[in-house]
Nanobody, 120 residues
Framework: QVQLVESGGGSVQAGGSLRLSCVAS??????MGWFRQAPGKGRETVAR????????HYTDTVKGRFTISLDNAKNTLYLQMNSLKPEDTAMYYC???????????????WGQGTQVTVSS
């Protein structure tokens, strides 16, 4: 079992930066990721990381702008977001999955989310 709590969201202007944090308690599975959902839109995978070897995957729209990382000592997952765009506006969620493959895993554990708003 793992419990996840996100923080770090806020309101910024286009081109700005934010760093989201996800503090994990309990057993940390092999896969962790960041997802987002905007009003009227489906849930979108943003980035995923293997907690074992820290290999990462990003959706095309955030490549080169976002960085997912994990600090095992602090049991904290991060999402560094640079060059933010209005289309990045969404509720961002941290999630975890037990799977040998993280790219298409079923993420069973979710945090409550943190809102990111990017103004033009």
């Amino acid at each position: 079992q793992v419990q996840l709590v996100e923080s770090g969201g806020g309101s910024v202007q286009a081109g700005g930066s934010l760093r989201l944090s996800c503090v994990a308690s309990g057993y940390i599975p092999n896969c962790m990721g960041w997802f987002r959902q905007a009003p009227g839109k489906g849930r979108e995978t943003v980035a995923r990381i293997y907690t074992s070897n820290r290999n990462t995957h990003y959706t095309d729209t955030v490549k080169g702008r976002f960085t997912i990382s994990l600090d095992n000592a602090k049991n904290t997952l991060y999402l560094q977001m640079n060059s933010l765009k209005p289309e990045d506006t969404a509720m961002y969620y941290c999630a975890a999955a037990s799977s040998p493959f993280c790219f298409n895993a079923m993420y069973n554990h979710w945090g409550q989310g943190t809102q990111v708003t990017v103004s033009s």
